[in-house]
């Protein structure tokens, strides 16, 4: 199981304050299923460039790797990436891709999408060879049209969904609708501490296993582990 977005590094970002939370939440991760994490801290371009985030972000890793004494998933690097207005022209931007592969997790602004940046979604891919995907899309479902998704779906973008959307009563049923039909390529946690933003992946999983059968989740994490190592 592939936990595709969480804030796992220590001291980086609003995830995790401390090595020690950052073993706690891995060692969680491990006890859910999850064998892969890919740690995702937020990257802003107008705070630091490429160069200066990939930087701290080895730093943090470094020090969590040297800390680890128990068995810990594999933990593999990327970034949630700020979108703004003309992210396509940053040249570094493929610098920020989750590990060896060409995927690239963008976090969009709440409210209305413009047809510029719905246009410079799809045009991303193109200029700089990566595969987009976009982060905890449950969040945007209610403030795009339909033409929108379909738009960006047909464009080839990838949908991350977070783990709260099957875990949550009103939200369950439109989330495992969306799985079975094809509509979410990836789930994540999005965990950023113990206190109140802990992973619950193994739970969002055990509602999936229960509606599609263990068979669909096999094949969902096979599918997960093409996208990274293909």
Known sequence: MIDWHS??????????????????????????????????????????????????????????????????????????????????????????????????????????????????????????????ILAHIDRYLKLESDSVWERLYESGILMQVNASFFNELFTKKKATDMLARGGIHAIGSDCHNLRNRPPRLGKAYELIRKKLGDEFVTQFNEYGYSLLFE
């Open 7 to 132: 804030h796992i590094l220590p001291g980086i970002d609003d995830g995790s304050g401390s090595i020690e939370e950052s073993l706690a939440l891995l060692k969680m991760q491990r006890e859910q299923g999850a064998d892969t994490v890919i740690a995702t801290p937020h990257f802003f371009a107008d705070d630091e460039t490429v160069d200066e985030f990939l930087a701290r972000r080895q730093e943090s890793l470094d020090s969590l790797l040297s800390a680890a004494r128990d068995e810990i998933p594999r933990i593999i690097c990327g970034a949630e990436v700020k979108y703004y207005p003309g992210i396509g022209k940053l040249e570094s931007l493929s610098k920020l891709c989750i590990g060896e592969s060409n995927l690239i997790l963008l976090e969009m602004p709440m409210g209305k999408w413009t047809e510029y940046t719905v246009r410079e979604l799809t045009e991303i891919a193109v200029t700089h060879r990566v595969r987009v």
